[in-house]
């Protein structure tokens, strides 16, 4: 395609590269390096002086020189017990080794001597015998101040580095220079919507966003709470997992507040130098109350909100917890901060000192989870906006697709579904691009050049196959969506499912989805001979599944309704004896040996169907529910998503029906209204 964009000539191009500003401080610095070598290494003095080149030499060759008759003249200073003897122009390869053009016009050596009267004596003796023409003194003496400026080079040294070092900091840091390295590094917004984020584009957290929400509108209309008595909250901790949005809610309140918005993260506490940390605690609480009332937002304030350490032998961070010192001190110590709130977020509340999460500081903790269904799909119609999507696209199932999908990775899957159709030249998204995008992030990138021999590929077909016709079987494993032996990031195949979404689990459930994890190793045994290690993901997750429901749950027959879970982090003893962990042992292998005889009676009792499957899969590469159900027949329970989805239509339809006016709610003036146009109505019917 040609550029139409033509350069006018007479106005600037500002396309052109640009040139960088020369910076004049670079010709002082040359210049004041190039003097300072000319100095100190006495080229200047030997300029100053017309010289040509010079070396030093010992009071002996200096003696063998006088002796061979090299010498010109010698100039002698007594002050600083060194002469320097000029050679003559016929002997100046034998001394320098070089010709007289490569040394210049007057060379000499430069000899330290000790004794004023012998070397006089000695040169005396010399002229007499005609081997020298003279020798004269010269005593000047070098400055005092020069001696005083090279003493003092190293300290001067220290203070430009520490100047330039103080420069570079402030630079970095927004200003200041290194003295000023205690002040806060918060960012302030002082106008609503700044940051462009409102609760509009928060979706699915309703009740973490009402608790926000409620502390914005205390801000804003603060007499509806105080004549009712109440007080704001001092501080509200956002709590959960990696992505859910707790700083979408900070920027959200931030956006609406309407008051001052002071942004930071815990990391910008923690400095190298002592005391610091403390030091920007006060700092910005200082400026916080200065434009009380506002919000301070502390992302990730684990960073220096980590339990204080108890055992001195352990050793402990003195700087990080002065910091929690003083963030608990200005939260809530013997000062008062009005109209300061605290905003914070957090994925590890648990690490948290408990000084800092009690009332008074963080009144309020808001738990910030993981969307259910529902939310999934308020937050899927949010990042759809800016997508040209197909009209066909169902949003319900592409939240049914992404059960344990935080806000963050739904973002990523539209994003990837938005990539995957422009790199296939479409116009609009389509579900199979959601898809695909969904694969994409679970599984990996898909490998189809990934070469694999006949059989390889067919004991895949067979394990793949196993785990589908299990889970199918099993009223309570997780309803199938597809089966795959494309291979995928570390896997070669895989079966994908939609996980039920339950509130609760039971002991029936678990062991069927055991069951089903099963089922590739059973297959393989049964079906194939040799069993491979490509069952050893399917089997460390039965492991642990199982050992949750021993060790924790309580769910075995010899050590019923008892919890062995240990919370603390670093403690090196189990919380059971040596005999109890034989027991967990051997009914951990007793339930997982159980659920494989199940899973490999459940394939023997449909191995037709299995082997239809399998060879389904290995000539298609990818089946479908619709392609197990043409085999098995359909599955005589119904998944707990469907009963989900059914009950909030139910309910839906009755908020409806409940929303419609009613004739008896409305005003006498309306009831009277409406009777006499059912009046006339009748009337007309009877005329007619």
Avoid at 80 to 91: A, C, D, G, Q, S
Avoid at 441 to 457: N, W, Y
Avoid at 581 to 592: F, G, N, P, R, S
Wanted: charged residues 25%.
């Amino acid at each position: 395609m040609m550029n139409n964009n033509r350069h006018n000539p007479g106005t600037p191009d500002d396309n052109q590269p640009k040139m960088p500003k020369f910076n004049m401080n670079w010709i002082y610095i040359i210049i004041a390096a190039s003097l300072a070598i000319l100095f100190f290494t006495g080229t200047g003095e030997s300029l100053a002086k017309g010289s040509g080149a010079s070396k030093e030499s010992t009071y002996t060759d200096f003696k063998s020189y006088v002796e061979k008759g090299y010498a010109q003249r010698i100039i002698i200073n007594n002050n600083e017990k060194t002469l320097r003897m000029y050679v003559k122009p016929k002997y100046i390869r034998n001394v320098f080794n070089l010709s007289a053009k490569e040394v210049g016009s007057s060379p000499y050596i430069t000899v330290q001597f000790g004794s004023v009267d012998e070397l006089e004596k000695y040169l005396s003796a010399e002229q007499h015998k005609g081997r020298i023409a003279s020798f004269s003194y010269d005593n000047e003496k070098g400055s005092d101040l020069v001696a005083l400026l090279i003493n003092l080079s190293p300290l001067l040294l220290f203070f430009a580095l520490l100047y330039f070092w103080g420069r570079r900091m402030g630079g970095t840091s927004g200003g200041g220079g290194v003295f000023n390295v205690g002040k806060s590094k918060a960012k302030l917004y002082e106008k609503a919507g700044e940051l462009g984020v409102t609760f509009k584009d928060v979706a699915g957290q309703e009740g973490a966003k009402q608790e926000v929400q409620e502390i914005v509108e205390f801000l804003k209309n603060p007499q509806k709470y105080t004549e009712l008595g109440g007080k704001i909250p001092k501080g509200a901790l956002l709590i959960g997992p990696p992505g859910t949005g707790k700083t979408l809610l900070a920027k959200a309140v931030a956006g609406e507040a309407g008051v001052p918005f002071f942004s930071m993260s815990g990391s910008d506490f923690v400095e190298m130098f002592v005391g610091v940390g403390a030091s920007r605690v006060r700092d910005v609480f200082a400026q916080a109350k200065q434009k009380a009332p506002c919000i301070i937002f502390i992302d990730e304030i684990d960073a220096v909100g980590r339990a204080r350490s108890k055992n001195p032998a352990m050793g402990g961070n003195d700087e990080r917890e002065n910091t929690l010192n003083a963030l608990l001190t200005e939260m809530d110590g013997f000062g008062t901060n009005s109209g300061v709130i605290v905003l914070a977020a957090t994925n590890r509340a648990d690490m948290l000192d408990k000084a800092l999460l009690r009332a008074g500081r963080f009144d309020r903790q808001i738990n910030v989870d993981l969307p259910d269904l529902a939310e999934r799909k308020a937050i899927f119609e949010v990042h759809l906006r800016p997508l040209k999507t197909d009209h066909s696209l169902d949003v319900d199932y592409l939240a049914r697709q992404t059960p344990g999908f935080s806000g963050a990775d739904i973002a990523n899957v539209c994003n990837e579904a938005a990539l995957i159709a422009a790199r296939h030249d479409k116009k609009t998204v389509s579900k199979q691009d959601f898809l695909d995008a969904v694969d994409r992030i679970i599984g990996g990138l898909e490998k189809k050049t990934k070469v694999m021999t006949a059989s390889e590929k067919r004991s895949i077909a067979i394990h793949e196959a196993g785990h589908a016709t299990i889970s199918w079987f099993c009223q309570h494993a997780n309803p199938l969506v597809k089966v795959t032996i494309v291979p995928r990031g570390q896997a070669l195949g895989a079966a994908w499912y939609l996980p039920e979404e339950r509130v609760i689990t039971t002991k029936e459930q678990m062991l069927d989805e055991m069951c089903a994890i099963l089922g590739g190793r059973a297959a393989e045994e049964l079906f194939v001979g040799p069993v491979s290690t490509g069952a050893m993901n399917d089997l460390e997750r039965a492991t642990k599944s199982a050992y949750g429901m021993v060790a924790y749950a309580g769910m075995s027959d010899k050590l019923p309704n008892i919890c062995y879970y240990n919370n603390q982090e670093y403690q090196f003893q189990r919380p059971y004896s040596e005999t109890t962990a034989k027991i967990i042992d051997d009914e951990v292998l007793h339930i997982i040996n159980e659920q494989y005889a199940r899973a490999k009676q459940i394939l023997t009792d449909h191995k037709e169907g299995h082997k239809k499957l399998a060879e389904l899969l290995f000539s298609k590469e990818v089946i479908y529910t619709e392609d197990v159900e043409a085999i098995f027949g359909k599955r005589p329970w119904v998944s707990r998503t469907e009963e989900i989805l059914k009950e909030n239509e139910k309910l839906k339809a009755e908020k409806d029906k409940t929303e419609e006016p009613r004739l008896e709610d409305m005003p006498e003036v309306v009831k009277q209204a409406q009777a006499e146009h059912e009046a006339a109505e009748a009337a007309k019917g009877i005329e007619e």
